[in-house]
């Protein structure tokens, strides 16, 4: 009877129980546990040896690192188990959220390739090597992408528009800035760029049409809406069926200074966030990563988000 009482104490606390939640789904690392709940090493270790003395959850060494598991050495545990966490669980609200961030840490764990590439990426140009160059990689890319109407929301002056533009059918460029607007109209006037059009408008209403362009492109914008999940709205709006929308954004931080610099509204996103809004939206097929990270302080790393309207 106590081990039965020891055990229904520490699945009452809340924190004790989200934990126990997910191993049940998947067995996690302390690193992984700390990203989805958003809580300190320390704290989370405390519980873990906690849950671990009453066995209800084990771990074992896999390389380096520490690997915990629901249930005892073999993974089994007592059937009532189970049905006492899910009463728990219907008392604790950021349960869903848990399960989402979940399903994202383990996606990233899983994407081997990217770890790869992120590796290559850090070596990419620091040798001289005669004609390669990020932009002459970006211009190949380009010309194998089939021709597409684009918005770019939050344009700026337009530098990546025109990039866009030497291959797409079309490019509307959306900006809140009069003066951003008239100088990226005068720069693609001289340079000739005929498909390219600069309008006037924000980014959580842009002044396109409904169900009018292939993907709906968010380059460091997101940051600066007063509401990016009308703003991510606003692009499913304006989507074709199939559709697709970009988003590279900060991944979240505690630069507050970045307020006054840059003039952010948001000091980045969280994956969860942006999956959060996307699926809102009715978006399918969300991938989401970070696929850059800054060697110099304060490190900013930069999140990519591509989805299906």
């Given at each position: ?12 606390d ?5 934990i126990?939640?997910l191993?049940?789904?998947?067995d996690l690392?302390?690193v992984?546990?700390?990203e989805?709940?958003?809580m300190?090493q320390s704290r989370i270790?405390?519980?873990l040896?906690?849950l671990r003395q009453?066995?209800?959850v ?6 380096k690192?520490i ?9 089994s545990f007592?059937?009532w ?13 950021e349960?869903?959220d ?6 994202l840490?383990i996606?990233?764990r ?5 770890a790869?590439f992120?590796?290559l ?6 040798t001289?090597?005669p ?9 190949t890319l380009?010309k ?7 918005a770019?929301l939050?344009a ?6 025109q990039l866009?533009?030497q291959?797409a059918?079309?490019?509307?460029a ?6 951003m ?6 720069v ?9 059009e ?8 842009p002044?396109?049409e409904e169900g009018s ?5 968010f380059s460091?914008?997101?940051h600066h ?10 692009a499913?709006?304006?989507?074709k069926?199939g559709?697709r ?9 505690q630069v ?10 948001w ?15 009715g978006f399918?097929e969300i991938?989401i990563?970070?696929v ?9 790393q930069t999140?990519?988000a591509?989805?299906?309207?």
């Amino acid at each position: 009877m106590s081990s039965t009482l020891k055990t229904l104490r520490l699945i009452a606390d809340p924190t004790r129980a989200r934990i126990l939640n997910l191993l049940r789904r998947e067995d996690l690392f302390v690193v992984e546990l700390q990203e989805i709940l958003g809580m300190g090493q320390s704290r989370i270790s405390t519980h873990l040896s906690q849950l671990r003395q009453a066995k209800l959850v084990s771990d074992r060494r896999v390389g380096k690192h520490i690997i915990y598991t629901f249930g005892d050495e073999g993974g089994s545990f007592d059937a009532w188990l189970g049905e006492t966490l899910d009463l728990a669980l219907l008392e604790i609200p950021e349960k869903e959220d848990d399960e989402a961030a979940l399903t994202l840490s383990i996606a990233k764990r899983r994407d081997k390739a990217r770890a790869y590439f992120d590796a290559l990426a850090g070596k990419f140009g620091k040798t001289y090597c005669p004609g390669r160059s990020w932009k002459a990689l970006a211009e190949t890319l380009l010309k194998l992408m089939p021709p597409m109407v684009i918005a770019d929301l939050g344009a700026g002056e337009g530098t990546f528009s025109q990039l866009l533009a030497q291959r797409a059918e079309k490019v509307i460029a959306v900006d809140g800035s009069e003066k951003m607007v008239e100088f990226g109209t005068q720069v693609a006037k001289e340079n000739g760029t005929s498909n390219l059009e600069f309008r006037l408008g924000e980014i959580e209403a842009p002044p396109i049409e409904e169900g009018s362009v292939d993907i709906a492109f968010f380059s460091q914008a997101l940051h600066h809406a007063e509401k990016p999940e009308v703003a991510i709205a606003a692009a499913h709006r304006i989507l074709k069926p199939g559709g697709r929308i970009v988003i590279l954004d900060l991944l979240k931080h505690q630069v507050e200074e970045a307020r006054e610099l840059y003039a952010d509204r948001w000091l980045g996103f969280s994956e969860l966030e942006v999956s959060r809004y996307l699926t809102a939206e009715g978006f399918e097929e969300i991938d989401i990563s970070v696929v850059d990270r800054e060697a110099d302080p304060p490190n900013f790393q930069t999140l990519m988000a591509i989805a299906k309207k």
